[in-house]
């Protein structure tokens, strides 16, 4: 300003920046079959079950040109679209043409306070929409459920490849091929802890640091992503450890599912994360890895609990682990048993038995005795004689809880105490 007002000019004044002018929609009319659904409109679905057509209540989430023809023929709806289906678990989001969507139909029930807290917890659009359709991983297929952050290059691709002994993963086939032509993997990346022969079915369990190898155990979080509603991925490894449950195959030791822990927990966690591939659910390979993680915090000589918030399907899994351990404690045992007791037997947390003890409905109260535990026998006998049934079937895949006789493990802290003592005596 002083050099300009020597020459006698004016300073001129800062640019002032335009404001975006945002594209107004117009009203939508579902009479105009050419004119797109705004995204966020509640309208329905017609979907064909096993013998009757359901009309569902959705919400539009996102919408894209029609993928089955390269032009619309004139007259016809140009676009499909994904959506939510209202009060149900967003695993079951799809994209649905055109001709299913309907504009009337039955009044949605109002969602609960839990559904609530459940579904409506996604902050970023982006995630609301899944990048794949589908994974594979050796031989299966498998359709994904949430959306999942992998590098932006493969967002182009429907379905990834995997390696399924490194788990690197491709966008075509040639590619995996190609790698599968030079890697030398033939298990994962850590120290066997365990090893099984069960139901027609081999399996092991290693434990991999994520700080040595963080590039495997950042493909493993980015395939549980898929599957996982709740899980956040976080690229930094390194303050956690990985079970990895492999099936032993005459290839190698193939992943069927993990559960993660951190090396040190302030809040008593014995899991972070636990998956189950979906290819491999139904043979008890969920129940196992929870009874892994209570057997290392045996070990420990403490209680434990996962991480929350926990999946529906975890909740359940969790729910039937903890019903089945507390009804074969309570049946082996004929003198008087506390709270107390279950959780030093167990290593559950004092929380988690009572709460598991009020499902079960067999904690009750009286004024003479105060809070007391009575088990029946017909439940006792209903747990027997269906554990008893499935142990019979011997055509099924089937995984027992884990054994702690075949488990081989140090807890980590008392590993990290030794390596200073070893550094200290050098």
């Known amino acids: ?71 619309v023929p004139e007259g016809e709806h140009a676009f499909e679209y994904y959506v939510h289906f209202e009060g149900m678990d967003r695993r079951m989001d799809t994209w649905v043409p055109f001709s299913q969507v309907r504009h009337e139909g039955p009044a949605p029930k109002p969602p609960d306070d839990a559904q609530k807290d459940h579904h409506d917890h996604h902050g970023d659009d982006v995630t609301k929409v899944r990048n794949f359709q589908e994974i594979q991983i050796g031989p299966y297929i498998m359709p994904t459920w949430y959306f999942s952050p992998f590098p932006i290059e493969y967002s182009r691709h429907d379905r990834l490849l995997f390696c399924e002994f490194c788990l690197d993963f491709f966008g075509s ?25 069960e139901t027609n079915i081999d399996v092991c ?3 991999v640091d994520g700080k040595k190898e963080e590039k495997y155990t950042q493909n493993i979080c980015y395939i549980a992503k898929l599957f996982l509603e709740h899980k956040t991925l976080s690229f930094n490894t390194h303050p956690f450890l990985f079970y990895v449950l492999c099936q032993v195959t005459p290839k190698g030791c193939v992943m069927v599912g993990y559960f993660s822990k ?10 972070a994360c636990i998956c189950t591939l979906p290819c491999h659910q139904k043979k008890g390979f969920g129940k196992f890895l929870i009874s892994m993680s209570y057997e290392l915090s045996k070990l420990e000589g403490r209680t434990g609990s996962p991480e929350t918030p926990i999946s529906d399907l ?36 004092q929380d988690n038995v009572t709460q598991t003890l009020k499902m079960l409905d067999i904690l009750h109260y009286d004024n003479r005795e105060g809070h007391h535990i009575a088990i029946p026998d017909s439940m006792v006998k209903r747990y027997r ?24 493990w140090y807890p980590f802290h008392a590993r990290e105490m030794n390596k200073r003592d070893r550094k200290r005596n050098e």
């Not at 993997?185 to 802890?193: A, D, L, M």
């Not at 554990?387 to 809880?401: A, C, D, F, G």
């Open 1 to 71: 300003k002083k050099v300009l007002k020597r020459k006698g000019q004016k300073a001129a004044a800062p640019r002032k920046k335009k404001k975006e002018e945002k594209k107004v929609e117009p009203p939508y009319d579902p009479k105009d079959i050419k004119m797109p659904i705004p995204v966020d409109h509640s309208c329905w679905v017609e979907r064909q079950g096993a013998s009757l057509k359901h009309i569902l209540p959705v919400k539009i989430v996102e919408r894209r040109a029609r993928s089955d023809v390269k032009e």
């Open 173 to 197: 086939k040639i590619e995996l091929e190609r790698h599968m032509r030079k890697c030398t993997w033939t298990h994962p990346p850590g120290n066997e802890i365990y090893r099984s022969r």
């Open 262 to 271: 951190e090396k040190f927990s302030e809040y008593n966690y014995n899991l």
């Open 385 to 408: 004689d269906k554990k008893l049934k499935i142990e019979s079937n011997k055509e099924r895949v089937y995984v027992r809880p884990c054994d702690p006789r075949k488990l081989r």
């Open 205 to 207: 369990m290693f434990e």
């Open 314 to 349: 975890g909740q359940q899994a969790y729910n039937s682990y903890w019903k089945k351990t507390l009804i074969e404690v309570l049946a082996d045992r004929s003198d008087p048993v506390t709270i107390l007791d279950l959780c030093k037997i167990t290593s559950m947390t």
